[in-house]
Antibody, heavy 118, light 107 residues
Framework: QVQLQESGPGLVKPSGTLSLTCAVS?????????WTWVRQPPGKGLEWIGE???????NYKPSLQSRVTMSVDKSKNQFSLRLSSVTAADTAVYYC???????????WGQGTMVTVSS | DIQMTQSPSTLSASVGDRVTITCRAS??????LAWYQQKPGKAPKLLIY???SLETGVPSRFSGSRSGTEFTLTISSLQPDDFATYYC?????????FGQGTKVEIK
């Protein structure tokens, strides 16, 4: 059973870049799955950020597209999220998840809290 | 983006009640819809996928249905462990979207 674990700084300064990594264990990242990022601001709902395939293909939420970059590191069996020009509105719990194309998110990481503050 | 309108936003119910949550898509998503349960401080948990397929290990009191672009999650007999927030999510397009969530509270 694949397991996912997010990691990264818990505090990012405004206008800076948020960088998170999701480690994949119990399976290979080099499959036909789409590796996904979802976030949840405190007390609010879930927001899909985007997804990446091991081939490097990506799909991003249109309103975030200009600030989001996702990548895959097959040697480390992990994938990453970079979100630039962050503001307080980017403060959230960030989750990684996996799904096949046209499938739900069956597997989730536990989430990591990121606060944007000076 | 495909918009998902979920209702109600809050629902008060008692143990043993039949509970229904609705999600409407702004355009056709065929049956590419999932339902998740989330408890405070935890990651969402998949309950239903492809509108009506029950995820392995999820109790059979949970069920999902579709009528056109309207989707329903039903809990046939609410149990104490079911008090949580529920989200629908469409995955029909290149941009996935979630509903706003429904918090199921104890009456």
């Amino acid at each position: 059973q694949v397991q996912l674990q997010e990691s990264g700084p818990g505090l990012v300064k405004p206008s800076g870049t948020l960088s998170l990594t999701c480690a994949v264990s119990g399976g290979s990242i080099s499959t036909d799955d789409w590796w996904t990022w979802v976030r949840q601001p405190p007390g609010k709902g879930l927001e899909w950020i985007g997804e990446i395939h091991q081939s490097g293909s990506t799909n991003y939420k249109p309103s975030l597209q200009s600030r989001v970059t996702m990548s895959v590191d097959k040697s480390k069996n992990q994938f990453s999220l970079r979100l630039s020009s962050v503001t307080a509105a980017d403060t959230a719990v960030y989750y990684c998840a996996k799904a096949q194309w046209l499938d739900a998110f069956h597997v989730w990481g536990q989430g990591t809290m990121v606060t944007v503050s000076s | 983006d495909i918009q998902m309108t979920q209702s109600p936003s809050t629902l008060s119910a008692s143990v043993g009640d039949r509970v229904t949550i609705t999600c409407r898509a702004s355009q056709s998503i065929v049956s590419w819809l999932a339902w998740y349960q989330q408890k405070p401080g935890k990651a969402p948990k998949l309950l239903i996928y492809k509108a009506s397929s029950l995820e392995t290990g999820v109790p059979s009191r949970f069920s999902g249905s579709r009528s056109g672009t309207e989707f329903t999650l039903t809990i046939s007999s609410l149990q104490p462990d079911d008090f949580a927030t529920y989200y629908c999510q469409q995955y029909n397009s290149y941009s996935k979207t979630f509903g706003q969530g429904t918090k199921v509270e104890i009456k």
